[in-house]
């Protein structure tokens, strides 16, 4: 998928045109503060209209500043949507595009019939060859072969696809490389990942969320109650004998409720899932990216996500009377024809160590003896050596059928690399015992200090695996998880995520296999691989397009990330309102109460200065801060309660004196320019 980086000049003139498109009524009742605005707005300039006709008003220059700029007020808030919807426009074209120009080869029976993609319907099998772009989802239930999925994923590396297993499901628009599929749809036109996909960049099927439906009815609250506040203003003015306008009272409305939350309030949410989506994970809903940023406890697997995946050999320990040396090299020699990551890791440190170099086997017609499940062994037979490595029992009962046994100090170093959460493997040469290799589970660098930052957050780790309970605690050690579940089982995880919420804790996990679908189910967070099986990514409320199980603790970030932004926003917002409020008022009445000129801090010239450079304010901040809503807050792991320091003071501190700062500057070039009033 083609990233989008910044902003380029089509994206901003088509938001500006989505600017004007949404002034539509319709559109601007989903969201009641900007509704309110626009409704100031046509009133605003209903009565402009009429001074202009009658011509008998000296304030037709004001109110038609005042007009102008709470027009921009509404289309500036519509701007800030727009942009964060065209963010993802690019996307969904390129996406659509694939969509519509592929061609598929669905099979009736023996023949083969040429039909578009996007009418196969679930349940039609399709056959998929060497460069054919794959329909539409589905689980290959034929074939093995290589697919690049660089189109949808952003990542370059191909991957294989076989039926069985959990490496069955493909997804519509990548592209086949090698061999031949039989690939059966599961997913109807309009429903697959690609139309998924094309419906959240491009913001049109976004719901609101919980979070973001309480807020709103805050806000609805106070600007109901700023609506009672100005309302007392116009008897109040004629208790004083001040004359104030309709259109003065409705600028400062506008400028006491919540505008700058209430325009930007959608575009945090559409640039939340563009950021989530730009990570190449999908979210079925908003509510699954809130729910990530409140996360309590974070279910991950061991293997690929804490651990490398692999196990390393990373120690030699010879037998008693055989050299270090002596043992490396037969257990280099046992493993040149084993292409596993364990065997070549093997053959790796033996020439680290030991500076041991690969011999040209074929020159002493060796005969190399693989691995089997029967035998649990591998290893090769030359020169009348005959080299075996292995498990310990296996090997115990290799050297036993020879008359041999297995040494005391082997056995104990066995036990001491199981119970550090290693893997031993013994090495014998017919039946001479020579030691045994230290296999381990690698840790990936880093992952221990992300735990940290976790921790920090007040979020739970908690390791899944389904090694014993020895070898679980001690790489649960070794990575800084803060608990483990060993010999895991799709009953054990289940019952564990239960467990966390019946607590009332938020859960969040990983998984790929149908045998995970319970516990992505039941987690309030679920996070399947694009790779897995078609039944894990419906139970999941998240797809990871890359397949990646690290990328869960990215998504806490991001979701945690947005929750901070919206809040932060709001603090401003709230805090601009207030101080707004104390700017103007005394401004206002200082000529019938000039008491009330020691409040007029600012020194603003007139109370027309006072309305207009308020409003215009109003207006500007809301341009102002777009970066910050699409960009979000910058995150920082740290408690709930020092961020809602750090908020108040950065956000709540400064929405308070920001506003004297502006609304003086404004005045002071409105004075200049001649347009005070």
Same mark, same amino acid.
């Given at each position: 998928?083609?990233?989008?980086?910044?902003?380029?000049?089509?994206?901003?003139?088509?938001?500006?045109?989505?600017?004007?498109?949404?002034?539509?009524?319709?559109?601007?009742?989903?969201?009641?503060?900007?509704?309110?605005?626009?409704?100031?707005?046509?009133?605003?300039? #209903?009565?402009?209209?009429?001074?202009?006709?009658?011509?008998?008003?000296?304030?037709?220059?004001?109110?038609?500043?005042?007009?102008?700029?709470?027009?921009?007020?509404?289309?500036?808030?519509?701007?800030?949507?727009?942009?964060? !919807?065209? *963010?993802?426009?690019?996307?969904?074209?390129?996406?659509?595009?694939?969509?519509?120009?592929?061609?598929?080869?669905?099979?009736?029976?023996?023949?083969?019939?040429?039909?578009?993609?996007?009418?196969?319907?679930?349940?039609?099998?399709?056959?998929?060859?060497?460069?054919?772009?794959?329909?539409?989802?589905?689980?290959?239930?034929?074939? =093995?072969?290589?697919?690049? !999925?660089?189109?949808?994923?952003?990542?370059?590396?191909?991957?294989?696809?076989?039926?069985?297993?959990?490496?069955?499901?493909?997804?519509?628009?990548?592209?086949?490389?090698?061999?031949?599929?039989? &690939?059966?749809?599961?997913?109807?036109?309009?429903?697959?990942?690609?139309?998924?996909?094309?419906?959240?960049?491009?913001?049109?099927? *976004?719901?609101?969320?919980?979070?973001?439906?309480?807020?709103?009815?805050?806000?609805?609250?106070?600007?109901?109650?700023?609506?009672?506040? =100005?309302?007392?203003?116009?008897?109040?003015?004629?208790?004083?004998?001040?004359?104030?306008? =309709?259109?003065?009272?409705? #600028?400062?409305?506008?400028?006491?409720?919540?505008?700058?939350?209430?325009?930007?309030?959608?575009?945090?949410?559409?640039?939340?899932?563009?950021?989530?989506?730009?990570?190449?994970?999908?979210?079925?809903?908003?509510?699954?990216? !809130?729910?990530?940023?409140?996360?309590?406890?974070?279910?991950?697997?061991?293997?690929?996500?804490?651990?490398?995946?692999?196990?390393?050999?990373?120690?030699?320990?010879?037998?008693?009377?055989?050299?270090?040396?002596?043992?490396?090299?037969? #257990?280099?020699?046992?493993?040149?024809?084993?292409?596993?990551?364990?065997?070549?890791?093997?053959?790796?440190?033996?020439?680290?160590?030991?500076?041991?170099?690969?011999?040209?086997?074929?020159?002493?017609?060796?005969?190399?003896?693989?691995?089997?499940?029967?035998?649990?062994?591998?290893?090769?037979?030359?020169?009348?050596?005959?080299?075996?490595?292995?498990?310990?029992? #296996?090997?115990?009962?290799?050297?036993?059928?020879?008359?041999?046994?297995?040494?005391?100090?082997?056995?104990?170093?066995?036990?001491?690399?199981?119970?550090?959460?290693?893997?031993?493997?013994?090495?014998?040469?017919?039946?001479?015992?020579?030691?045994?290799?230290?296999?381990?589970?690698?840790?990936?660098?880093?992952?221990?200090? *992300?735990?940290?930052?976790? *921790?920090?957050?007040?979020?739970?780790?908690?390791?899944?695996?389904?090694?014993?309970?020895?070898?679980?605690?001690?790489?649960?050690?070794?990575?800084?998880?803060?608990?483990?579940?060993?010999?895991?089982?799709?009953?054990?995880?289940?019952?564990?995520?239960?467990?966390?919420?019946?607590?009332?804790?938020?859960?969040?996990?990983?998984?790929?296999?149908?045998?995970?679908?319970?516990?992505?189910?039941?987690?309030?967070?679920?996070?399947?691989?694009?790779?897995?099986?078609?039944?894990?990514?419906?139970?999941?409320?998240?797809?990871?397009?890359?397949?990646?199980?690290?990328?869960?603790?990215?998504? &806490?970030?991001?979701?945690?990330?947005?929750?901070?932004?919206?809040?932060?926003?709001?603090?401003?917002?709230?805090?601009?309102?207030?101080?707004?409020?104390?700017?103007?008022?005394?401004?206002?009445?200082?000529?019938?109460?000039?008491?009330?000129? &020691?409040?007029?801090?600012?020194?603003?010239?007139?109370?027309?200065?006072?309305?207009?450079?308020?409003?215009?304010?109003?207006?500007?901040?809301?341009?102002?801060?777009?970066?910050?809503?699409?960009?979000?807050?910058?995150?920082?792991?740290?408690?709930?309660?020092?961020?809602?320091?750090?908020?108040?003071?950065?956000?709540?501190?400064?929405?308070?004196?920001?506003?004297?700062?502006?609304?003086?500057?404004?005045?002071?070039?409105?004075?200049?320019?001649?347009?005070?009033?």
């Amino acid at each position: 998928m083609k990233k989008q980086s910044g902003f380029d000049s089509k994206m901003i003139g088509a938001a500006i045109v989505q600017s004007f498109v949404k002034l539509d009524p319709r559109v601007q009742f989903r969201n009641p503060v900007m509704f309110i605005v626009m409704i100031g707005s046509l009133v605003t300039t #209903a009565m402009l209209l009429r001074d202009l006709l009658q011509g008998g008003s000296t304030q037709v220059g004001f109110e038609l500043q005042i007009a102008v700029w709470l027009w921009f007020t509404l289309l500036f808030a519509n701007f800030a949507e727009a942009l964060a !919807e065209g *963010r993802g426009k690019a996307q969904a074209d390129a996406l659509r595009k694939t969509r519509t120009e592929t061609k598929a080869k669905r099979l009736k029976g023996d023949k083969v019939e040429w039909v578009d993609a996007a009418s196969l319907k679930k349940g039609d099998i399709v056959l998929v060859e060497p460069g054919d772009i794959i329909p539409s989802d589905g689980e290959v239930i034929e074939g =093995v072969a290589s697919v690049d !999925e660089s189109a949808v994923t952003g990542e370059s590396a191909p991957v294989i696809r076989e039926s069985g297993g959990d490496k069955s499901s493909v997804t519509g628009g990548t592209k086949l490389l090698s061999d031949w599929l039989k &690939v059966q749809i599961t997913a109807n036109a309009g429903e697959t990942f690609l139309d998924r996909m094309i419906s959240l960049v491009e913001g049109a099927k *976004r719901q609101k969320t919980p979070n973001e439906i309480a807020l709103t009815i805050l806000l609805v609250g106070l600007t109901f109650i700023f609506l009672i506040a =100005v309302a007392t203003i116009e008897p109040f003015a004629v208790y004083s004998n001040t004359t104030i306008s =309709v259109i003065v009272l409705i #600028a400062l409305l506008v400028c006491l409720i919540p505008t700058t939350i209430g325009g930007l309030l959608s575009a945090i949410g559409i640039a939340g899932m563009d950021r989530l989506l730009k990570r190449n994970v999908l979210a079925m809903s908003g509510r699954a990216v !809130e729910a990530a940023g409140d996360i309590d406890a974070l279910l991950l697997d061991k293997t690929g996500t804490i651990t490398l995946g692999n196990r390393m050999a990373a120690e030699f320990l010879p037998a008693p009377g055989v050299s270090a040396e002596d043992m490396a090299d037969a #257990a280099q020699l046992s493993s040149l024809a084993d292409e596993t990551p364990e065997g070549r890791s093997i053959v790796v440190l033996a020439k680290q160590k030991y500076n041991l170099r690969e011999r040209d086997m074929a020159k002493l017609h060796a005969q190399f003896v693989p691995f089997t499940a029967q035998t649990r062994m591998s290893g090769v037979n030359f020169n009348g050596r005959e080299i075996r490595k292995g498990a310990m029992d #296996a090997v115990k009962n290799y050297v036993n059928e020879q008359g041999a046994l297995i040494p005391d100090q082997v056995q104990v170093d066995c036990e001491r690399i199981a119970k550090s959460g290693g893997t031993p493997l013994v090495v014998a040469e017919k039946n001479k015992v020579l030691g045994t290799i230290y296999l381990k589970d690698v840790v990936k660098g880093g992952i221990k200090e *992300r735990f940290k930052e976790l *921790r920090r957050m007040g979020i739970k780790t908690v390791m899944i695996t389904g090694d014993n309970p020895l070898t679980a605690a001690a790489i649960a050690a070794e990575a800084g998880v803060d608990d483990f579940l060993a010999e895991a089982t799709p009953e054990a995880k289940l019952k564990l995520i239960r467990e966390y919420q019946d607590k009332g804790m938020l859960v969040a996990m990983t998984g790929d296999g149908t045998n995970d679908a319970p516990a992505l189910a039941q987690a309030d967070v679920g996070v399947a691989m694009n790779s897995g099986t078609q039944a894990a990514k419906e139970a999941g409320n998240m797809v990871d397009l890359d397949s990646n199980p690290t990328k869960l603790i990215e998504v &806490v970030e991001i979701g945690k990330q947005l929750l901070m932004t919206r809040g932060a926003l709001t603090t401003f917002s709230v805090a601009n309102d207030v101080a707004k409020y104390f700017a103007i008022i005394p401004a206002m009445f200082m000529g019938a109460y000039p008491v009330l000129g &020691v409040l007029n801090i600012m020194h603003l010239t007139t109370p027309q200065s006072a309305i207009l450079s308020a409003v215009i304010f109003n207006a500007l901040i809301i341009i102002a801060l777009i970066p910050l809503a699409l960009r979000g807050v910058k995150y920082q792991p740290m408690g709930a309660d020092k961020v809602l320091r750090k908020n108040l003071l950065l956000y709540g501190v400064g929405g308070l004196i920001v506003p004297f700062i502006g609304i003086k500057l404004i005045d002071m070039i409105l004075t200049a320019l001649g347009l005070a009033g």
